[in-house]
């Protein structure tokens, strides 16, 4: 484990409960002693390596991603890097380079991908329940968090909208326009709005923020058929079905719409994310799994991510196609 933050200590206490996986030590030079009960706590990566681990976990800020994940691809040690995988385009290129050149199990902490409502939903378009999809809209505000320094809420909040949806439709994006605002006096931007199309033609909507009393983690995709609303803070997803009634109750009517279609909440399992991203990182590395995000997965939403601040920057559409 390297880092051992808020999200760090997440994942600490999740390897120490997983299955097939021993956590034999923790990197942070800011933690002294023995931070779990059976992990020593080391002050460097070289310290961590020295202890002959098979992989790391990267949770420190993300301006050092690119330096601790190069160490550990020249160290031959694969890794699970939290999002995003750095800080620039470039960086996250080296990244995924170094460890293909070394050909090593690497993947990315979306852990968004391992939500129970997402996934469900995903697999309910694949199996064409919605028909064609003509929009994806996420909302994702709640409080400032402390913890983060070193980006703006594009590059840490943005980007698990960006991966979900490229994710849950299987398509590209073409195109971005975006405002950002900063409101609470920081260096980077807390607020986004972004309109992108996708490569089906579809059109994407993320509005995000950290100034909002209000903790919202909501995604709406809506097609041929209705509506999907997934809402990854409860992990609940409902269908809205398109309208088949016709109300004559005309006070009825003028307030709820012409006519209504059926309302399904799905009854799904619910397990933690982190845990279900930890086994198919564990199993891909045992090769029996390649339900991972990959590296080149992560570069591509830091390429976004990238471009939504070019956009808001410059006040222009920027292309993404590739």
Not at 142 to 153: E, K, Q
Not at 163 to 190: F, I, M, N, P
Not at 237 to 253: D, H, P, T
């Amino acid at each position: 484990m390297i880092g051992l933050g808020s999200m760090g200590r997440n994942h600490a206490r999740v390897l120490g409960q997983l299955a097939g996986v021993d956590l034999v030590g923790i990197a942070d030079p800011m933690i002294e002693g023995s931070a779990h009960s059976s992990a020593p706590v080391v002050r460097t990566v070289e310290e961590l390596i020295a202890l002959g681990i098979d992989y790391a976990v990267v949770a420190c800020p993300t301006g050092l991603h690119e330096e601790v994940g190069l160490q550990l691809a020249a160290a031959g040690v694969s890794a699970l890097i939290e999002k995003p995988l750095a800080h620039s385009d470039e960086a996250a290129r080296r990244l995924a380079e170094a460890f293909e050149a070394e050909g090593l199990v690497a993947g990315v902490g979306h852990i968004e991908r391992y939500n129970p409502a997402l996934r469900s939903l995903k697999s309910r378009l694949a199996n064409g329940d919605l028909g064609e999809v003509y929009q994806v809209v996420t909302r994702r505000q709640g409080p400032f968090p402390a913890r983060i320094a070193d980006v703006g809420v594009v590059k840490d909040l943005a980007t698990h909208d960006i991966d979900l949806t490229a994710w849950v439709t299987k398509q590209d994006y073409v195109s971005v326009a975006a405002q950002t605002s900063r409101r609470s006096g920081r260096a980077h931007e807390d607020l986004v709005a972004v309109v992108a199309e996708l490569s089906d033609g579809s059109v994407a909507n993320h509005l995000v923020n950290w100034l909002s009393p209000l903790k919202e983690r909501q995604t709406v995709v809506t097609g041929a058929r209705g509506a999907f609303v997934a809402d990854t803070l409860t992990a609940d997803l409902s269908f809205y079905a398109n309208g088949a009634v016709s109300s004559e109750w005309e006070a009825v009517r003028n307030f709820r719409g012409v006519s209504e279609g059926d309302v399904t909440r799905f009854a799904i399992p619910r397990r933690e994310p982190l845990m279900v991203e930890h086994e198919h990182f564990r199993d891909a590395l045992l090769g029996t799994s390649d339900d991972i995000v990959t590296l080149r997965e992560g570069l591509r939403t830091v390429e976004i991510s990238t471009a939504i601040l070019a956009s808001a920057d410059q006040g222009v559409t920027i292309s993404t196609s590739r």
